[in-house]
């Protein structure tokens, strides 16, 4: 992580390659957040994709949609289930403003981790609820196109 870190600092906008203009600042925090989640840094990791998403411009919906499941993973890794729900509903809330199988996907991962406590926990049921009701509203508009 800190190699990517030094890296990212020492880069040149000019000696990138035109594909790699969209990682920003936000982006590397949003990865790295996602690394300290994946090897058991859940609460370093939400930190850094908190930071991440309090950076995005708020027209890039996609991936605020991506860093909000993201983070509620991270608050789910925390066992913050409370905290995990209010963001995967933000994460809904975004989700129904872009058609983007790349947001399915990390949806249907929140999902994943989200359904086994739905028959304990109201807050969990109701953000499996409103997954399911995004991606079948999604499905539904491909289907008709």
Same mark, same amino acid.
């Given at each position: 992580?800190?190699?990517?870190?030094?890296?990212?600092?020492?880069?040149?906008?000019?000696?990138?390659?035109?594909?790699?203009?969209?990682?920003?600042?936000?982006?590397?925090?949003?990865?790295?957040?996602?690394?300290?989640?994946d090897v058991g840094d859940p609460d370093q990791g939400a930190s850094l994709i908190k930071q991440a998403l309090d950076t995005y411009e708020p027209w #890039?919906?996609? %991936?605020?949609?991506? /860093?909000?499941?993201? &983070?509620?993973?991270?608050?789910?890794?925390? *066992?913050? +289930?409370?905290?995990?729900?209010?963001?995967?509903?933000?994460?809904?809330?975004?989700? #129904?403003?872009? %058609?983007?199988?790349? /947001?399915?996907?990390? &949806?249907?991962?929140?999902?994943?981790?989200? *359904?086994? +406590?739905?028959?304990?926990?109201?807050?969990?049921?109701?953000?499996?609820?409103?997954?399911?009701?995004?991606?079948?509203?999604?499905?539904?508009?491909?289907?008709?196109?």
């Open positions: 992580m800190l190699k990517a870190e030094r890296h990212y600092e020492r880069a040149r906008i000019d000696e990138e390659p035109t594909w790699l203009a969209f990682y920003t600042e936000a982006e590397l925090a949003a990865d790295l957040g996602r690394c300290l989640r #890039r919906v996609r %991936s605020r949609c991506f /860093v909000q499941a993201d &983070l509620a993973l991270a608050h789910l890794a925390s *066992r913050d +289930l409370e905290q995990a729900a209010s963001v995967g509903r933000d994460a809904v809330r975004m989700a #129904r403003q872009v %058609s983007s199988n790349r /947001v399915l996907d990390r &949806l249907h991962m929140l999902q994943r981790r989200v *359904r086994p +406590l739905s028959s304990t926990s109201s807050d969990a049921r109701e953000l499996d609820d409103r997954i399911t009701d995004v991606t079948r509203t999604h499905r539904d508009e491909d289907t008709a196109t």
